[in-house]
């Protein structure tokens, strides 16, 4: 590496580190480990692409990986706000009071549950 003062100072300093003729190099390993063999393609306006450009600039990545891990993010909000369910005030009432109330273990049940499996749950 060299000195700052061979470059004229700060001149040739890029500000994440390192110079510009020996830059630092940026992995993001969880979107360069699979081989990718879909595409996907968009049209966009110039200003958003200019948008889009300088976010990924920012955050060290190409715009199509900025594009892919904002929207995957995104996706996993959408995907999650679907898993919740809303209840109307009389549904809540009677979704805590069945989960208030004892199990009942019949001994049909209980027979079940101590026969041995011909499985095992996977974690």
């Known amino acids: 590496m060299t000195s700052g003062v061979e470059h004229g100072g700060l001149h040739g ?48 990545l190409n715009v199509s990986a900025f594009v892919v891990q904002a929207a995957a993010s995104r996706a996993e909000e959408v995907l999650a706000e679907r898993s919740s369910i809303r ?3 009389a549904g809540a009432i009677a979704f805590t ?22 499985f095992s749950w996977l974690d």
């Open 97 to 118: 009071e069945a989960l208030e109330r004892p199990a009942e273990v019949n001994d049909r049940l209980a027979s079940a549950m101590r026969r041995k499996r011909k």
């Open 13 to 60: 300093f890029l500000p994440w580190g390192g110079w510009l003729d020996n830059p630092v190099l940026y992995c993001q390993c969880e979107y360069m480990s699979t081989t990718k063999e879909e595409r996907l393609q968009i049209r966009v306006g110039p200003a958003d692409k200019e948008l889009l450009e300088r976010a990924a600039a920012a955050s060290h």
């Open 87 to 89: 209840l109307s005030s």
